[in-house]
């Protein structure tokens, strides 16, 4: 038992001797929005991340106080609105304008100071005029100027600030993304802070509201969804309790076997179904793991021009890891080049011709009768276009087999993140003679939010490649020698591979190895025999939560085939909806039970953990993200405009990085309205907060809370629900607000 | 009130070009609905949606059917009525609600100058009959007045400069709607002045002042989405500089070019709109002739004059420089030019240079054919013959020109530091921008 910590930032400024400066009253003020990723890697993050320091009920409060600010129609603010997402949409544009708003490499304030001297709708008069004619050349400046320009007291700015800053909260988020997350040279091309943004919004402020102060401070009661929501958790925490204790009891007699196969998924509730099809088809085990295997690696595939990050956004990539052509000489690399460029061409040929004054009103003639029949096709035979248009790919542009070159990882680090992740997933004994290693992605057609659906742990990208240098890693011969001196000894008859789990389609794709036994290939063929019968299974139970239960195995894949592939598809999947509870512990107290979908599963085994350095990994890492996720699908379900993103039906995407609605609107981030909600007014996804159920050692877990702060917040702040079934006891105990347990 | 005489028999003409239009309106549907099947499942709008579309199908073919000018007249509110209630979709989002009364009001504007048009129509040739209508030798200044509102209703429901508004200001309705409205509704101007082309043809005055709006909206429409960043404002711009090309093209009496542009930029953008979810992340590329040799600038002329070459001979347009059909064959020239630039930035070989070739006269060449489609399509129907090629239509043709060229050129990129460069971006993108009501100016104030 440890004391909570009590929240570390108030609402208000602290006053303290000297007044803040600029930049910290920004900062201060920021923490009402949340970092917004663009679209291409869109990662989920609690939208109410500042207010974390908060009681949960507190958090909502303020979050809704805001919000209600944020819908404060004023003329003066809709005005100031229109015209700073007019600027926002020019100026953080990353491709879609052929003729760009120009000097934006000078930053936000100082290319929208430059051109607001020329803009009609802002130098109405002449004071105006002369406003924007001697605005100062930094952005603190510009917001000490016009805070004193609208006579804000000083006890009051930074909740003026707040509520300027409030009144966007995607454009904001995104400017927020771009200062603390994005790649440094990324943004170099077009730098922003929320400095900057608010100097933006103030002046405009300045011009179009002058009369513009400070709104209300009222708080409204705790809002009655609280308590529908601990009800509601309350209720499925007794069911997953109920489920799970006797499996508990049968784990201290379990005898190990070894299996005949091996496979490691991501932690993402969509395994977990999997993962009981595949162990129902025969003799395997498999265990759970973040879908990034543990390596801080960018990838670049063959096809790829550039490397790209890998890996969770709270770790540093330290590796490049390139896709080379393998097996393969050099008239059929040739081949494929040169059929990569022919498709390249094709879609520049297009866009000169689009991207010019006349040109366009031919292109349009050409090509009208060819997409006239592409729609159609796409319209009534979605299916059948991919198919044909993935036949036509690879015959223009023949695949050639490419394995990922690990050199640019030493070989030590290569045995440390095999070793680390071996030893973290509980994977120390035992090995089958088959060890797949699958990561997973979504495969969806003409869909904004592919990213969303595809490894959080990886970036928002697919998690193949990382597992398939996981593999490579093990099967080095120095790499087993390492670790075989460190106390692990991986069996010789034992082979590594990787895989790609299709999360629309349930289809696992198994990346071929070179050098495998001969023995092993009868068993690589049974493996992939039973992961075709385990999709047609998971294809079954999954149509049927698209309300098409009742359909045979063909049938269900025809339909998943037939999402996947079709362009006005707004469903193509669940992804993460349902999303309700993190459990770490052995794969046999899962194992027997059937948990819908709805459980982020992590492998682990505390007697091989006795300092409680992997749970601690686990805790800080896995499950944060798991809490970051479960929090954006509670928000989107429980106010879809507030937190996100709205009907796809209406979306307007913009800069080619983030929806907007219609015309022009607030950057809509969060899920949209199709992604949690089966049809208007009947949500699929269930709002709940995340509940974590450890099997260790309470006494263990509570040493780990101790020392870790973001613990101790999420826990005592009732982010995050905390269950600890004790294996010496087989009790499970809940953990109370102020870090103490009761029985659960 | 000869409008108001009915003779059941002339209701109804079936000549090719209502059997194209028709053939473009159904299979736009057809898609359409089909696509908001799945696309608005869970919507509980979405049964509304399909039978409102199915309505707005029924108003089209009675209006590109109709040989009565009433008929006419009625499938033309039919459609633009349901269209304004499909834009605004539920009715609680107050943005939409107010494109869709931008929409309604221009559109009631135009059936108003357009009702006021066929009756002046009717009373001064003294028949409501479009076929006997369109056979009157010459109009009298009843007549002309006439004719001079049905065009301005044409440019309005063809979104032309200075009338564009409605159309710029309509992305707050959900996706099928637009592709429908790009594809469908703001084709209605062009085919409204194809049908009483013998009318117009005799008017020079009226035809250069289509001509000169058409260019007008063709430049400005095409600029404004070269500014914009947003993909569905992008493509409304690119409908008005598209729209504009096509008014041009009645305006130089190209009538059958100008149905042949109708229809196939109607399946583009219809098309674009469907598939405008899928530009995340899209790399943008563009081409620029600034850097290129003075030598490879000679070969990609003489590949642009190799596609207007292909162009004439599959095009089925006999080119003259005498009347306004050269002005097809000048954008194959561009087209085919603007390709062969693109290509030859590479280095420079003998394979290259055929290939430059074969790709001028390829895209000339795809031009032609698909015009030639259309053209044989329209056969049977009596259109009149080009425009001679005057002073006006000229400066228009050079306009072109010098526009195209100076994009290709590079020019904005470098002139970027100028203060007159800047005052021209603000004032388009301010112009560009849609109507202040009609855009969520609060989070809160959006409604799905």
């Given at each position: 038992m440890c004391v909570a910590a009590p929240p570390e930032v108030r609402i208000l400024p602290i006053l303290e001797a000297s007044p803040p400066s600029i930049r910290e009253m920004v900062a201060m003020a920021s923490n009402v929005v949340a970092p917004v990723w663009p679209l291409e890697t869109s990662i989920a993050v609690n939208p109410l991340q500042g207010l974390e320091d908060l009681p949960f009920e507190d958090a909502l409060r303020e979050a809704r106080r805001q919000h209600a600010l944020c819908g404060y129609a004023d003329r003066g603010r809709q005005a100031v609105n229109r015209e700073w997402i007019k600027w926002c949409a020019a100026y953080f544009d990353a491709g879609q304008a052929t003729i760009a708003m120009p000097g934006r490499d000078r930053g936000f304030y100082r290319s929208f100071a430059e051109l607001a001297r020329f803009d009609a709708r802002l130098t109405g008069s002449e004071t105006a005029s002369a406003l924007l004619a001697s605005l100062p050349d930094s952005p603190e400046d510009a917001i000490a100027r016009c805070l004193r320009e609208i006579g804000i007291r000083e006890a009051q700015q930074v909740e003026f600030i707040r509520q300027t800053i409030a009144s966007l909260p995607g454009w904001a988020g995104y400017v927020k993304w771009k200062e603390q997350w994005q790649a440094?040279?990324?943004?170099?091309?077009?730098p922003a802070s929320l400095v900057e943004f608010a100097a933006v919004g103030l002046v405009l402020t300045v011009l179009l509201w002058p009369g513009a102060r400070i709104l209300g401070f009222h708080r409204n009661a705790a809002p009655t969804v609280i308590d529908d929501l601990a009800a509601r958790e309350a209720r499925f925490r007794k069911s997953l309790l109920e489920k799970l204790g006797p499996q508990a009891d049968v784990l201290r007699t379990k005898q190990t076997v070894r299996s005949d196969a091996q496979l490691v998924f991501c932690i993402d509730v969509r395994s977990e179904p999997f993962r009981r099809a595949i162990e129902a088809q025969g003799n395997y085990e498999t265990l759970g793991f973040a879908g990034f295997f543990g390596l801080p690696v960018r990838v670049q595939g063959?096809?790829?021009?550039?490397?790209?990050?890998?890996?969770?956004?709270?770790?540093?990539?330290?590796?490049?890891?390139?896709?080379?052509?393998?097996?393969?000489?050099?008239?059929?690399?040739?081949?494929?080049?040169?059929?990569?460029?022919?498709?390249?061409?094709?879609?520049?040929?297009?866009?000169?011709?689009?991207?010019?004054?006349?040109?366009?009103?031919?292109l349009v003639e050409m090509l009208g009768p060819w997409l006239g029949l592409r729609m159609i096709a796409q319209t009534l035979a979605s299916s059948f276009v991919s198919r044909l248009s993935a036949d036509a790919r690879s015959a223009v542009m023949p695949?050639?087999?490419?394995?990922?070159?690990?050199?640019?990882?030493?070989?030590?680090?290569?045995?440390?993140?095999?070793?680390?992740?071996?030893?973290?997933?509980?994977?120390?004994?035992?090995?089958?003679?088959?060890?797949?290693?699958?990561?997973?992605?979504?495969?969806?057609?003409?869909?904004?939010?592919?990213?969303?659906?595809?490894?959080?742990?990886?970036?928002?990208?697919?998690g193949g490649p990382n597992a398939r240098i996981l593999a490579e890693i093990l099967n080095t011969p120095q790499v087993r020698a390492v670790l075989d001196d460190n106390g692990?000894?991986?069996?010789?008859?034992?082979?590594?591979?990787?895989?790609?789990?299709?999360?629309?389609?349930?289809?696992?794709?198994?990346?071929?190895?070179?050098?495998?036994?001969?023995?092993?290939?009868?068993?690589?063929?049974?493996?992939?025999?039973?992961?075709?019968?385990?999709?047609?299974?998971?294809?079954?139970?999954?149509?049927?939560?698209f309300g098409q239960g009742g359909l045979d195995g063909d049938a269900a894949l025809r339909e998943l085939a037939r999402r996947s592939s079709d362009w006005a598809e707004v469903r193509p999947e669940w992804g993460l909806a349902r999303n309700a509870a993190f459990i770490i512990g052995p794969n046999d107290l899962t194992r027997n039970v059937r948990l819908e979908g709805r459980c982020f599963l992590h492998s682990y085994d505390w007697k091989a953990d006795p300092a409680g350095a992997y749970l601690t990994t686990i805790l800080t890492a896995p499950m944060v993200v798991a809490q970051w996720i479960n929090s954006q699908y509670l928000f989107s379900t429980l106010d879809n405009v507030a937190y996100g993103g709205g009907s796809k039906a209406t979306q307007n995407i913009t800069g080619k990085f983030g929806a907007m609605q219609g015309n022009a609107s607030d950057l809509m981030h969060g899920l949209p309205l199709q992604s949690v909600f089966e049809a208007d007014g009947k949500p699929y996804h269930e709002p709940m907060r995340l509940l974590t159920v450890v099997y260790a050692p309470c006494a263990m877990v509570d040493a780990v809370i101790c020392a870790e702060e973001v613990l101790k917040k999420l826990f005592g702040n009732g982010w995050?629900?905390?269950?600890?079934?004790?294996?010496?006891?087989?009790?499970?105990?809940?953990?109370?607000?102020?870090?103490?347990?009761?029985p659960a | 009130m000869d409008l108001f005489q009915l003779h059941a028999e002339d209701l109804f003409r079936a000549d090719s070009l209502a059997w194209v239009m028709s053939g473009l309106i159904v299979f736009v549907i057809i898609n359409v609905r089909s696509y908001a099947m799945r696309y608005l499942a869970g919507d509980r709008f979405q049964r509304w949606h399909r039978f409102l579309v199915l309505v707005l199908g029924g108003g089209v073919l009675a209006m590109v059917f109709a040989n009565h000018?009433?008929?006419?007249?009625?499938?033309?509110?039919?459609?633009?009525?349901?269209?304004?209630?499909?834009?605004?979709?539920?009715?609680?989002?107050?943005?939409?609600?107010?494109?869709?009364?931008?929409?309604?009001?221009?559109?009631?504007?135009?059936?108003?100058?357009?009702?006021?048009?066929?009756?002046?129509?009717?009373?001064?040739?003294?028949?409501?009959?479009?076929?006997?209508?369109?056979?009157?030798?010459?109009?009298?200044?009843?007549?002309?007045?006439?004719l001079l509102l049905v065009a301005i209703a044409a440019l309005i429901q063809s979104a032309a400069w200075p009338f564009h508004g409605w159309l710029t200001s309509s992305l707050n309705a959900p996706t099928p709607v637009s592709a429908l409205m790009h594809a469908g509704i703001v084709?209605?101007?062009?085919?409204?002045?194809?049908?009483?082309?013998?009318?117009?043809?005799?008017?020079?005055l009226l035809m250069h002042a289509l001509f000169i709006l058409g260019l007008a909206t063709a430049v400005v429409g095409t600029f404004w989405k070269l500014l914009q960043t947003d993909i569905k404002r992008m493509l409304a711009c690119s409908t008005m500089g598209q729209m504009g090309f096509m008014l041009m093209q009645c305006g130089m009496g190209l009538w059958a070019p100008a149905i042949s542009?109708?229809?196939?930029?109607?399946?583009?953008?219809?098309?674009?709109?469907?598939?405008?979810?899928?530009?995340?992340?899209?790399?943008?590329?563009?081409?620029?002739?600034?850097?290129?040799?003075?030598?490879?600038?000679?070969?990609?002329?003489?590949?642009?004059?190799?596609?207007?070459?292909?162009?004439?001979?599959?095009?089925?347009?006999?080119?003259?420089?005498?009347?306004?059909?050269?002005?097809?064959?000048?954008?194959?020239v561009t087209a085919a030019a603007q390709v062969s630039v693109g290509l030859l930035r590479r280095p420079l070989s003998a394979f290259l240079m055929l290939g430059t070739f074969a790709a001028g006269a390829g895209a000339g060449g795809l031009y032609g054919v698909n015009i030639h489609l259309i053209e044989a399509a329209l056969g049977s129907l009596h259109l009149p013959p080009p425009q001679p090629l005057d002073a006006v239509y000229t400066a228009g043709v050079i306009v072109i020109l010098a526009v195209w060229a100076a994009l290709l050129f590079n020019l904005p990129a470098r002139f970027q530091s100028h203060d007159r460069w800047k005052q021209i971006y603000v004032a388009s993108l301010n112009a560009s921008q849609p109507h202040p009501q009609t855009v969520t100016a609060n989070r809160t104030a959006y409604q799905s």
């Open positions: 440094p040279d990324a943004r170099a091309a077009r063959i096809d790829d021009d550039h490397a790209l990050d890998s890996c969770p956004v709270l770790i540093q990539p330290s590796h490049e890891v390139r896709d080379e052509a393998s097996d393969c000489d050099r008239a059929c690399l040739g081949r494929h080049e040169r059929g990569r460029s022919l498709l390249r061409m094709r879609g520049e040929l297009y866009q000169w011709l689009k991207y010019n004054f006349a040109t366009p009103f031919a695949a050639v087999d490419a394995k990922p070159v690990l050199d640019g990882i030493e070989l030590e680090r290569r045995a440390a993140y095999g070793e680390a992740a071996l030893r973290m997933m509980g994977l120390t004994e035992n090995f089958a003679p088959l060890v797949v290693f699958c990561g997973h992605g979504s495969s969806s057609t003409n869909n904004a939010y592919a990213s969303a659906l595809d490894c959080g742990a990886c970036g928002g990208r697919h692990l000894t991986i069996p010789d008859d034992t082979l590594f591979l990787g895989a790609e789990h299709d999360t629309t389609q349930d289809l696992v794709a198994l990346y071929p190895s070179q050098g495998q036994p001969p023995m092993q290939q009868s068993r690589l063929e049974k493996l992939r025999a039973d992961l075709t019968r385990a999709q047609v299974a998971n294809a079954i139970a999954r149509t049927a939560t995050v629900t905390l269950v600890c079934i004790d294996p010496t006891s087989n009790q499970a105990h809940l953990l109370r607000r102020d870090l103490t347990w009761a | 000018l009433l008929v006419l007249l009625a499938g033309w509110m039919v459609s633009n009525l349901t269209l304004v209630r499909l834009m605004i979709h539920k009715g609680e989002w107050r943005a939409a609600r107010y494109s869709g009364w931008l929409a309604f009001r221009s559109f009631g504007l135009g059936f108003v100058l357009l009702g006021a048009g066929f009756w002046l129509l009717a009373e001064s040739a003294g028949t409501a009959s479009i076929e006997a209508l369109v056979q009157q030798d010459e109009l009298n200044a009843m007549g002309f007045a006439g084709n209605g101007g062009g085919f409204l002045l194809v049908r009483l082309a013998p009318l117009f043809a005799g008017e020079t542009h109708l229809c196939w930029h109607g399946l583009f953008k219809a098309y674009l709109f469907l598939s405008s979810s899928s530009v995340v992340g899209e790399k943008h590329s563009i081409v620029s002739a600034a850097a290129l040799s003075p030598a490879r600038l000679v070969l990609a002329s003489l590949s642009g004059l190799g596609g207007a070459v292909v162009f004439a001979q599959t095009s089925g347009i006999p080119v003259s420089l005498r009347d306004t059909s050269c002005l097809m064959a000048i954008l194959a």
